[in-house]
């Protein structure tokens, strides 16, 4: 049964770059078919989709912070990273990870890792 | 983007009665070539990720319990609990996948009454 653990810093100081790795275990992120995504959610609000990469490569990312995102896969870790750039105390989020599985032009997720609380203060 | 609707915002139902929650997109989630319509839902408790409900908008994922369950076409949805259970309260969130980015509605709280 896939698992997805989230893990990185869990503060981060304005302006900087927060860095999150997902692993996941109990299956492969090179299966076919499938991509990987990040999504956020603020304290107390709903869900924000960051970005999605496949096991190739392939990303695509949320217009709103696609100047700010970087995703990235390792596959011989079966691993796949976000960086987030000059982040503001805005990208105070859980940030969770989650197996996307392809619909049309995006899909839906399942599983989602536990998530990740990440704060950005000085 | 696509915005997605949801409502009520909470909504407070006696054990074993049902929930009805509503969620509506700013354009139709229904793609033509296929007759699919583009719409997930998700379970979140406190504390917790969430879980995957329904996807296609009437699908229910694997080991989601029958008395969950999606409806609608096009623009609007439903996600109706037939027999509200005391685990079943939670967030729920409708999201569609017809477009980039996915999108999310604001979610809703089912309490017990």
């Known amino acids: 049964q896939l698992q997805l653990q989230e893990s990185g810093p869990g503060l981060v100081m304005p302006s900087e770059t927060l860095s999150l790795t997902c692993t996941a275990s109990?299956?492969?992120?090179?299966?076919?078919?499938?991509?990987w995504g990040w999504i956020r959610q603020p304290p107390g609000k709903g869900l924000e989709w960051i970005g999605s990469i496949y096991y190739s490569g392939g990303t695509y990312y949320n217009p709103s912070l696609k100047s700010r995102v970087t995703i990235s896969v390792d596959t011989s870790k079966n691993q796949f990273s976000l960086k987030l750039s000059s982040v503001t105390a805005a990208d105070t989020a859980v940030y969770y990870c989650a197996k996307q599985w392809y619909g049309g032009s995006s899909g839906w997720f399942d599983p989602w890792g536990q998530g990740t609380p990440v704060t950005v203060s000085s | 983007d696509i915005v997605m609707t949801q409502s009520p915002d909470s909504l407070a139902v006696s054990l074993g009665e049902r929930a009805t929650i509503n969620c509506k997109s700013g354009?139709?989630?229904?793609?033509?070539?296929?007759?699919?319509?583009?719409l997930a839902w998700y379970q979140q408790k406190p504390g917790q990720p969430p879980k995957l409900l329904i996807y296609w908008a009437s699908t229910r994922a694997s080991g989601v319990p029958d008395r969950f369950s999606g409806s609608g076409s096009g623009t609007d949805f439903t996600l109706t609990i037939s027999s509200l259970q005391a685990e079943d309260v939670a967030v729920y969130y409708c999201q569609q996948y017809y477009s980039i980015p996915p999108t999310f509605g604001g979610g809703t709280k089912v309490e017990i009454k």
């Open positions: 354009q139709s989630v229904l793609y033509s070539s296929n007759n699919q319509n583009y």
């Open positions: 109990g299956g492969s992120i090179s299966s076919s078919g499938y991509y």
